[in-house]
Each structure stands twice: as structure tokens, then as C-alpha cells.
């Protein structure tokens, strides 16, 4: 019987020795933050056992907000911990040829992601605050680990035997800031000074532009044949551009494509390219949020582009995790089919053919 990496009683229990809460001690938060994740993964409060709380402090919606974004950065740094710890994935910095002091962005990938002739698993998620790792940092917060990072994802492409690339198209400038801020339990305001320079990094300073460099280094250049998108939300669009600049390239590596409720816009991207549209109607499949029972088909009256069917949930937060088996059995049979008419149209010796060869020389 094989182990099932998502569940909570093995990768879960193996983070235990990682702590939300070691990255929290010794800030000057550490009273205020008194949070760590249990061993199902969820976020529960050190002393009352319960979920988080974000009007911590009453009618005070600033001095909430920064705690809650001083709480994403610790969750940020903890999910890096354990997609390198626990997936054993290794951190890549780009532009691969970045000065020492320039900014540089990352992504995660497993040990043999570029050397190995097994499918290849990339893992492109929506548009928001959150980094390499996430499918959604507030269903972190309130539904824990399990259904906000991809670590369910990466562990079952693992177990596969499929190497992964996990992108990090968010992280898109390098903040350069002087900042003060000091929570106080008291009932009196937040006060903090602020000033705050971006600075774009190179290659990386859209999703689009980071996901583009990861393809054109990487992907691309990898012994994988057979490689797979899983793209969440705004990541379904940013595919969707990849496939228009990178056409051919794309089509002859990617074998299928999961969208998870993709914002991608066939028509206006592709500009009615009928090839491409084949192509994605053929090779992609979308989940989406809805109230029908786990791929059921959903019709969509002005959107024509990939079959479609329901999540399994209504609730855009959890559609990744609903959906993850369903999407790894779609894989599975994309790449079977996609191998047993590799092997139709392949050229079969036979004695006569191989008489002819022996004649010629």
C-alpha cells in the first residue's frame, strides 16, 4: 500500500520540528502573534486553542492590518522552510548571471527537475501577497496548511515519481525601506514611520516577465519531455501569455494543463489564433468554483476555450485542495494517452523493412 503524502498524519507530523512560532520568539511580536500551526496543519492560538483573530484590536482596522501582514510575512518564511525541509526542494536565485548586489528573485525545485527524463510538475499560482509555496495565504489563516500551500500537490507529484518546479511570480521588487512599527495591547493607535523604496528585480518584475525567465533558463532546457502546468487563478492567464510568446516551444514540451479557476481570456490573448485555441481545447482542462458535485461539467454561456467542470466546492479558497485528486488523475491519463500515440505513430521495424536496409548498404 502506498503512503498518501497529503495526508495529516505524515507530512504534517514530519513539520513538527519547524515551528511558526521559533520564527515569531525573539520579535517584537511574539506577544502579539502567539500563534502556531497544530498538528492538522491549522492555525490555533498558543493559549485559547482558537482560530485567528483579526480585529485583535478594536476599532483599530490599521494596527489590525499590520499585524496581520507582520503574521503573512512569518507564514512566508515558514512555507519556505518547509518546501526546502520537508519537500526537499532546492532554492534557485535568478537572473542567473545577477551581480552581487543586485536584487534576485528565487523559485523552488526538486533535486533532479532538470536532469531527469520523468514528467515534469509546474506549479503557477493566482496574483496576490503571497510567495512561492501558496495557493492563498488567507485560506492558510483560516483553513490551514493543507489547503492553502501546494505541498499537498508537490508531495503527490513526488510519490509519482515526477520532478517539480515550483514558480515564485509574485515576488516581483525588492523593498528597500527604513520602517518602525511597535503593537501596543494598550487602546491607543499604532504609530509607525515609514519610507519605502521598490526596486524592480530582473526578470522577475511581473508574474508574467518571472515565469517567461523560468521557461526560457530552465524548463525549456530541461531532459524533461512530458511537462504539466497546475495554474491558479491570475496563473491561468499568465500561461495563457507564455503559450503566445513561446508557441511552438510550449506546445512541443506541455502535454496537458490544469486551470483552477483560470482568469485567462482565450479570445483577447490569443487574438482569435485558431492553432492555439486547438491547442488549449485539446491539451487543458479548467476547475472551477461551483455548487455542482466534483467534475461535473460546467457550461459557461460567452466562455468557450477547455472543457470545464466543478471543483467540488464553492468556495475559491479551497478549489485547489478539492480538486487536487481529480486534477493528478486527469494528468496521469493526459500523459497516458499523450504516450500511447507517441508509440502508434512510431515506425515499427519489420523484417522486410529491415531486408530493404541490409540491400541499400
Wanted: charged share 20%; with cysteine; proline share 3%.
Amino acid at each position: 500500500m502506498m503512503t498518501d503524502f497529503t495526508g495529516e498524519h505524515t507530512w504534517l507530523q514530519m513539520q513538527h520540528e519547524l515551528s511558526l512560532r521559533k520564527l515569531i520568539e525573539g520579535s517584537e511580536y511574539q506577544e502579539d502573534l502567539k500563534y502556531d500551526f497544530n498538528i492538522k496543519g491549522e492555525l490555533r492560538h498558543l493559549d485559547t486553542n482558537e482560530s485567528f483573530v483579526f480585529n485583535y484590536y478594536k476599532s483599530r482596522f490599521e494596527q489590525n492590518h499590520k499585524r496581520y501582514e507582520v503574521l503573512g510575512h512569518f507564514i512566508t518564511q515558514y512555507v519556505y522552510e518547509l518546501l526546502e525541509r520537508v519537500c526537499m526542494l532546492q532554492k534557485v536565485y535568478i537572473p542567473t548571471d545577477a551581480t552581487e548586489d543586485e536584487p534576485r528573485s528565487f523559485f523552488f525545485m526538486s533535486k533532479n527537475a532538470l536532469t531527469s527524463s520523468s514528467s515534469l510538475i509546474i506549479l503557477l499560482q493566482d496574483r496576490g501577497v503571497f510567495c512561492a509555496g501558496q495557493w492563498g495565504q488567507k485560506t492558510i489563516v483560516s483553513d490551514g496548511l493543507r489547503h492553502g500551500t501546494q505541498i499537498p500537490f508537490i508531495k503527490m507529484a513526488l510519490q509519482s515519481h515526477w520532478e517539480v518546479i515550483v514558480l515564485n511570480p509574485n515576488d516581483n521588487f525588492a523593498d528597500l525601506k527604513t520602517e518602525k512599527h511597535h503593537f501596543s495591547t494598550r487602546e491607543e493607535a499604532v504609530t509607525f514611520t515609514q519610507s519605502v523604496w521598490w526596486i524592480p528585480k530582473r526578470g522577475s518584475s511581473s508574474p508574467e516577465e518571472h515565469t517567461m525567465y523560468v521557461w526560457d533558463h530552465f524548463i525549456s532546457k530541461s531532459a524533461a519531455k512530458n511537462v504539466a502546468f497546475i495554474a491558479h487563478g491570475y496563473g491561468g492567464l499568465v500561461f495563457v501569455d507564455l503559450l503566445v510568446q513561446r508557441t511552438c516551444e510550449v506546445m512541443n514540451k506541455v502535454f496537458s494543463v490544469a486551470f483552477i479557476d483560470s482568469v485567462h481570456n482565450i479570445q483577447h490573448q490569443t487574438r482569435n489564433n485558431p492553432q492555439i485555441q486547438e491547442w488549449i481545447l485539446k491539451c487543458c482542462r479548467e476547475w472551477v468554483s461551483n455548487s455542482k458535485p466534483l467534475n461535473k461539467t460546467v457550461n459557461f454561456l460567452l466562455r468557450t476555450n477547455c472543457p470545464t467542470v466543478s471543483a467540488g466546492t464553492e468556495k475559491c479558497g479551497l478549489a485547489p485542495s478539492c480538486c487536487l485528486h481529480a486534477i493528478f488523475k486527469y494528468l496521469k491519463s493526459s500523459l497516458k494517452a499523450k504516450t500511447i500515440t507517441a508509440f502508434r505513430h512510431s515506425p515499427i521495424a519489420t523484417r522486410s523493412s529491415t531486408k530493404k536496409k541490409r540491400a541499400n548498404k
